[in-house]
């Protein structure tokens, strides 16, 4: 059973203390000059923590990552590489060396240095096949690599008289996912024995003469692959599933290879997602699970199997598990779950069962590693940036480790953020973040941002996000409204699936329910409302269009979903759609649901000016669900523009174009809200 601390908190001062003469506040341009932190890997002998920084140049539109090592004895920290090519995947191996990737010669080879940087070594030239990824057994005697492999046969080359032709063919679906178009290639898994500190001129292929991928993509890679305790087998998580199989289902399975004899059994059994396999240092093998088959925001519990039995460690806990990490120890397991508007970090004691709560802070975290007395995490807030820290795992206390951008922000006056709890429309409470300008003024009035955020199954945390920063919306003088409406995990499993097959709904009662709540403050001006949101949340943007009854003033799209048949149509993972649309358009059954639920079937009631962005290498969401609300903003003659990334995808990644989008998006919300 969990026993629960307490993580109520009816303001939570996230802000850094600053002077009451300053006027500096957060911009795009300085969101783009933090440094973002990442890992937190403790090396085998607990003193010392791997990490890396990203840096990025608004110039040169690019960014550019280096490897720091934090001394736990001497609580200080070294940056052990410095080169123009970006260090990646960085692990540590024995007597604490570190290898990593780089593509500093040859394209992506394998590296390795001492802890301080020294003794740099170039550990591989593979030539046949390019690196993606890798993982390497404990004793350092085989490395794994992930590496793509043909996979049919292109046009170019069935018609090699025609090289400058430049068409596609597919005969199957997932032709194209997220942000990629299919590359007639798989990415397999192959073992090198390292030989004199090199890989071998041979390699086996795990995956031999399968036409399937080893990890799970498009996001997953290393981190779905680990080495047994003893080295003897390699465990990997992947869906062998193609084409309309693939776009169709969430079963991945865990996979055993066994080095000695060169078998592969698969050791997991649950219909949905089972990934991130973790071993513990005696040989306990726990791994994430999902329980239903085309629900990618399942429950995820934490699995342990030992002595060949599985057991679900979380099956009574009512929360989904990001990540989590074994105890040096191994008598505990330490977590990650959205808890209540907060990403927390729990333990599991392995013998007794018991569950606690060990931070009850207003900050997400978002990495986990253990020393043999304290927990590494990364976290951040809504006004902070991601920095390391060490935390007690007795009673949560935190410190931090790192404060990379501490000098950036020490003369920035940042907004501070109110936790609300509201009654809904069914009786319900919910939790509101409310973020409020810098040198916030309750005598005045502001104008209001209702954030509508996507997923749909995404958590409103203390999330510091360089791509929707409502402390930077909040530092250009709006009070922002983020509502943890119906769908969103850390509120229950219930309150997590209300959002599924009734996409129009409650949800939107609660986004009403909200603005209507905040609107009878004194300091908001319900006259300067506005909506904004991406994904889900432009699919809400447009939904609202359509129902506000003239609350909103403006509204800002960013790749949502408008006309949920078309986007049926050419959308990839269809898992999702089924999932959470009920599937198909042209079944009999289906036709109430998407008439009710589709924003498109709601605009003769648009009557308010509306921006709407798009991403032309969006695959999940089309580009064509953006031109279809501009045009339909067009012909009804409202002030409307739309704006095209033609190579981002569902996210804004570049420096430049963030910095773009960010200017347009407040150049839009003043004409109409700052007036």
């Known amino acids: ?129 390019e690196i993606e990824g890798y993982k390497l057994s404990h004793n350092e005697k085989q490395v794994l690599f992930i590496c793509p492999v043909k996979s049919g046969q292109t046009l170019l080359e069935k018609y090699t008289d025609l090289p400058l032709a430049n068409a596609r063919e597919t005969d199957d679906l997932m032709y194209r996912h997220w942000n990629q178009w299919s590359d007639n290639q798989k990415r397999h898994l192959f073992l090198y024995d390292l030989q004199d500190g090199g890989p071998s001129a041979t390699a086996t292929d795990l995956l031999a003469g399968e036409d399937v991928n080893g990890i799970l993509p498009p996001f997953g890679g290393s981190d779905q692959l680990v080495f047994s305790p003893d080295d003897q087998q390699i465990i990997y998580s992947c869906k062998k599933k193609n084409g309309k199989a693939f776009a169709l289902s969430t079963n991945s399975e865990l996979y055993a290879y066994t080095i000695s ?144 951008n501490a000098d950036l922000l020490k003369n920035i006056a940042l907004p501070t953020v109110q936790e609300r709890w509201i009654e809904t429309t069914d009786n319900q409470k919910m939790l509101v973040w409310v973020v409020l300008p810098p040198n916030f003024d309750a005598g005045k009035k502001y104008p209001a941002l209702l954030y509508c955020q996507g997923g749909p199954q995404s958590m409103v945390s203390q999330s510091f996000s360089y791509r929707w920063n409502l402390a930077l919306m909040a530092s250009n003088n709006y009070i922002v409204i983020a509502p943890n409406r119906r769908g969103l995990p850390g509120f229950g499993q219930q309150w997590n699936d209300a959002i599924s097959k009734d996409w129009g709904g409650q949800a939107m009662k609660d986004y009403l329910t909200a603005v209507d709540n905040l609107s009878t403050e004194p300091y908001v001006d319900e006259k300067r409302l506005g909506a904004v949101g991406a994904s889900y ?127 347009e998006f407040f150049a839009w919300l003043d004409t109409d809200l700052q007036q």
């Open 537 to 663: 949340g432009g699919y809400s943007v447009y939904y609202l269009a359509g129902i506000h009854e003239n609350r909103f003033k403006t509204f800002i799209a960013h790749c949502g979903l408008f006309n949920l048949e078309s986007w049926y149509g050419t959308t990839e993972e269809l898992f999702f759609a089924n999932w959470d649309n009920k599937g198909p358009y042209w079944l009999p059954e289906n036709e109430e649901y998407y008439a009710k639920n589709s924003p498109h079937n709601f605009v003769q009631n648009w009557n308010t000016p509306i921006l709407v962005i798009h991403g032309g290498m969006d695959f999940r969401v089309p580009e064509g669900e953006g031109m279809q609300a501009f045009q339909a903003a067009q012909l009804k003659g409202l002030r409307s523009k739309y704006l095209l990334f033609p190579k981002e995808g569902h996210w804004i990644s570049t420096p430049q174009n963030g910095i773009l989008w960010y200017r």
């Open 261 to 404: 004899t060169k078998q592969t059994a698969v050791i997991s059994s649950s219909p949905g997602y089972d990934a991130s396999p973790r071993y513990s240092a005696d040989g306990k093998l726990a791994w994430l699970s999902m329980a239903r088959d085309g629900f990618e925001a399942d429950k995820n519990d934490i699995i342990l199997r030992t002595a060949g039995k599985d057991k679900n460690l979380t099956a009574s806990l009512d929360v989904t598990v990001d990540e989590f990490c074994f105890s040096r120890d191994q008598k505990f397991i330490y977590f990650i779950a959205p808890f209540k508007g907060v990403k927390q970090i729990f333990s599991i004691h392995l013998s007794k069962g018991t569950i606690l709560q060990i931070t009850e802070s207003a900050f997400d975290h978002v990495s986990l590693d253990a020393t043999a007395d304290v927990l590494i995490a990364g976290r951040q807030s809504m006004t902070m940036p991601t920095e390391l820290y060490s935390i007690h795992p007795a009673n949560g206390k935190a410190k931090a480790l790192t404060q990379f």
């Open 1 to 129: 059973m969990l026993r629960k601390k307490s993580i109520y908190f009816t303001l939570i001062l996230l802000s850094a203390c600053f002077s009451a003469f300053t006027q500096q506040k957060l911009t795009p341009e300085l969101l783009w000059k933090l440094k973002r932190i990442s890992g937190g890997q403790v090396s085998p002998d607990g003193q010392q923590v791997l990490f890396d920084v990203r840096i990025f140049d608004v110039a040169a539109n690019s960014g550019n990552t280096d490897l720091f090592v934090y001394d736990l004895q001497k609580n200080t920290y070294k940056q052990i590489t410095l080169t123009p090519f970006s260090e990646m995947e960085a692990q540590w191996g024995k007597n604490n060396t570190i290898w990593y990737l780089s593509t500093e010669k040859a394209g992506v080879q394998l590296w390795k240095s001492a802890a301080d940087g020294s003794s740099k070594q170039q550990m591989s030239a593979i030539k046949d096949h």
